[in-house]
């Protein structure tokens, strides 16, 4: 079945440092996907998506390609702050039956030190 | 708009009790979700509905949860025994019908069971 998969955190940074989290799809077809990000004691937010192969999400600073070749959609930016700290989750959005739901890697955590 | 809105964002119970959670959705959104996270299981989808009606209950654990979702404006999640295990926090998210509609998720209710 569809899944994602996130590299493992927590990833530990100093400000201004460059960011990368890995992400990797299985699905049949060419779903949507998406960043979600979760601020601590909030809610999952949509960070930013794209809706098919090469296609480039941003949004804040970060960025993420669709790439259809790898099943990737690595998440990046040139300088983090200690604001991103947060819980980033990769996910895709599965069409079935006339209904869709998003199916969700397992979130890495980014901590960032001033 | 106000976003989703859930409450309690916090409760704390004792083991048999029933708990009910609550969630108002984003006006003319049409599905809504229910998710639960914790440390060892991460995010994990109990149930959803389209247009008031559930689609797919496949993530709920066990008889002793049920989700209802009288109108388009509100929808409740019940645990009934409540026990130790079900602490986790509990978010509702809503969204609006299309391929690739962006999920807009609460702030979660942070469940304790004693």
């Known amino acids: 079945g569809d899944s994602v998969t996130q590299m493992e955190g927590p990833v530990t940074l100093s400000e201004e440092a460059c960011l990368t989290i890995n992400c990797t799809y299985t699905a049949t077809g060419y779903p949507s996907l998406f960043w979600y990000v979760q601020y601590p004691g909030e809610g999952l937010q949509l960070l930013l998506k794209?809706?098919?192969?090469?296609d480039k999400g941003s949004n804040k600073g970060f960025e993420a390609t669709y790439r259809k070749e790898t099943t990737s959609f690595h998440l990046e930016k040139g300088s983090v702050q200690v604001s991103d700290s947060a819980v980033y989750f990769c996910a895709l959005i599965r069409f079935s039956g006339g209904y869709n739901k998003l199916i969700f890697g397992a979130g890495t955590r980014l901590a960032v030190h001033p | 708009d106000a976003g989703v809105i859930q409450s309690p964002r916090h409760e704390v119970t004792e083991m048999g009790q029933e708990v009910t959670l609550r969630c108002k959705p984003i006006s003319g959104h049409d599905y809504l979700f229910w998710y639960r996270q914790t440390m060892m299981r991460g995010l994990e989808l109990l149930i959803y509905f389209n247009n008031n009606v559930p689609i797919d209950d496949s993530g709920m654990p066990e008889d002793r949860f049920s989700a209802k979702m009288p109108n388009a404006s509100f929808s409740t999640l019940k645990i009934q025994p409540s026990e130790p295990r079900d602490s986790a926090v509990y978010f509702c998210a809503s969204s609006s019908t299309g391929l690739d509609e962006t999920q807009y998720f609460g702030p979660g209710t942070r469940l304790l069971v004693l």
């Open positions: 794209a809706t098919k192969a090469d």
